[in-house]
């Protein structure tokens, strides 16, 4: 074990005292390639502890023979792997559909790359194919990217539930370029076969970079949906519709529930009940930093937030991270301009009235989202997340060569910050980490990764690390918010 792990995690032992060891379990180094996804976890091996799967590639637009990656959550060892035509920068959505009661895998990316993969032995069960809609006036639309997706109730009868994602946005064009740029496709994908169920356009006709969330209110007879428009250079709304509007395609009796403009919304917002009324609230942060908590009985306004001169592309982790037993928000937006961000403003917002109750600026541009889990027992959750250290004022796509990634953890009672993990020439731009009790001792585990650093260019791949610790911490509850997008994948607190 490296002696800077040591260290870190001795510092990370100090929250509290505990018989337990926090300790390195395993390392896995894995040469040329990295991620822009987060981990997701089950048993997928079936030994009793939780196996990792990851999205994986060498870089944008290279083929892959590690596109999709499942980790043995008990020694690190490769499980299997899988190949794809381009990075696979989507989180994975776990199903069931080979009835072997081990989840399967369902995963996208760029290049229209959207796989379902066996669980147990990662064989292909599909892949999604554009040539087949090519007739199609607006299904012909889908050959984009591939965002992560959410389960929805089954839609064709087969027994099974399907899948709601995203297809759209062209990194080839340039910020600030329209010319060549598509409106964004929602759609709902048969988990059993791969083929389209339904699909619409955003109701502006705008492109789209979000991941859509899918939930069922309190008192109503089916499921709602929030998706959004824009990107980091166009305006874009976020919008509320049922999903038997997207089966008729019908998106155009969508709700506006924010807008901004110049820029979209792009980070996927979050579902909690901070009026205590019953029914879940929508939060949202747009690309430009402007907060948005909307009720959800009624749509109204609930309170509003802006950091100035920040763009933001990262979700939110949800917890208690006040006094009072109503959620709050924690994110981190990056300073500047894209593609020119020269650094990074972390922020907590009280869920009672939007104010921010801790603000901070930790490191440079990142875009990957904090996870919250009440580390010291004192009733308050922290937030643990992942930053890079290094000369900010060159900007995301500077020349940059001395880099550190850092793992820490944030007390908002004390506003103390405390290393779990940090690595020196390693960074970590997009990957959320996971906690949760990987092999159900009781304890606390956390997953993360790293990715080597040797070029000026900070998006390029040349290896990465992912590791898993095993920490003293004993669980008294369940980890509320321990992935992208929440413990289970779907942007809902509860």
């Known amino acids: 074990m490296q002696k800077f792990i040591v260290s870190a995690l001795y510092c990370f032992v100090l929250i509290s005292c505990a018989k337990k060891k926090t300790e390195l379990v395993w390392d896995v180094n894995m040469p040329r390639i990295g991620s822009q996804s987060s981990i997701r976890v089950s048993d997928l091996n079936g030994d009793g502890v939780k196996d990792l799967v990851i999205g994986a590639g060498e870089n944008e637009y290279v083929p892959t023979k590690q596109g999709i990656l499942a980790l043995d959550g008990q020694t690190g060892s490769m499980l299997w792997q899988q190949s794809s035509e381009d990075l696979v920068f989507g989180s994975a959505t776990?199903?069931?559909?080979?009835?072997?009661?081990?989840?399967?895998?369902?995963?996208?990316?760029?290049?229209?790359?959207?796989?379902?993969?066996?669980?147990?032995?990662?064989?292909?069960?599909?892949?999604?194919?554009?040539?087949?809609?090519?007739?199609?006036?607006?299904?012909?639309?889908?050959?984009?990217?591939?965002?992560?997706?959410?389960?929805?109730?089954?839609?064709?009868?087969?027994?099974?539930?399907?899948?709601?994602?995203?297809?759209?946005g062209n990194p080839k064009i340039g910020p600030g370029v329209w010319e060549g740029r598509t409106p964004g496709l929602l759609l709902i994908i048969d988990t059993k076969s791969g083929k389209i169920i339904a699909g619409d356009t955003m109701p502006d006709g705008m492109e789209s970079y979000m991941s859509p969330l899918a939930f069922k209110q309190k008192g109503d007879d089916e499921y709602s949906i929030i998706f959004g428009s824009g990107g980091e250079t166009f305006g874009g709304k976020l919008f509320l519709a049922r999903l038997s509007d997207l089966r008729n395609r019908e998106l155009a009796l969508a709700t506006v529930l924010a807008s901004e403009e110049g820029h979209g919304f792009i980070a996927p917002p979050v579902l909690a009940d901070i009026n205590q009324d019953g029914y879940y609230d929508i939060i949202a942060i747009s690309h430009a930093s402007t907060i948005s908590a909307i009720n959800g009985a009624d749509l109204t306004q609930l309170w509003q937030q802006n950091v100035p001169d920040s763009e933001s592309s990262n979700s939110f982790a949800v917890g208690y991270f006040t006094d009072d037993d109503i959620p709050d928000f924690f994110t981190f937006v990056s300073k500047g301009e894209w593609p020119n961000n020269t650094g990074s403003f972390q922020v907590m917002l009280d869920g009672r009235d939007g104010s921010i109750s801790y603000q901070n600026t930790l490191g440079c541009t990142g875009f990957s989202s904090p996870v919250a889990y009440d580390l010291n027992g004192d009733g308050r959750s922290e937030a643990i997340l992942s930053i890079n250290e290094f000369d900010c004022s060159t900007g995301f796509s500077g020349d940059i060569r001395d880099i550190e990634n850092k793992l820490i953890a944030i007390d908002f009672a004390t506003g103390s910050e405390y290393p779990i993990d940090q690595k020196a020439q390693f960074k970590n731009i997009f990957t959320t980490p996971w906690i949760g009790d990987l092999d159900d001792d009781g304890y606390l585990d956390i997953l993360h990764c790293q990715y080597y650093h040797s070029s000026p260019y900070i998006s390029t791949f040349i290896g990465m690390e992912v590791k898993r610790i095993s920490t003293h911490i004993k669980m008294k509850e369940d980890v509320l918010w321990g992935g992208y997008m929440g413990t289970k994948g779907d942007g809902i607190f509860n």
């Open 94 to 168: 776990l199903l069931d559909v080979t009835g072997d009661g081990v989840d399967d895998v369902f995963i996208g990316g760029r290049s229209c790359t959207l796989k379902s993969l066996d669980g147990k032995t990662g064989e292909v069960l599909w892949t999604f194919n554009p040539n087949e809609y090519a007739h199609d006036s607006l299904l012909k639309l889908a050959t984009l990217n591939f965002y992560s997706g959410v389960l929805v109730p089954d839609q064709n009868g087969d027994g099974y539930q399907d899948l709601l994602t995203q297809n759209g």
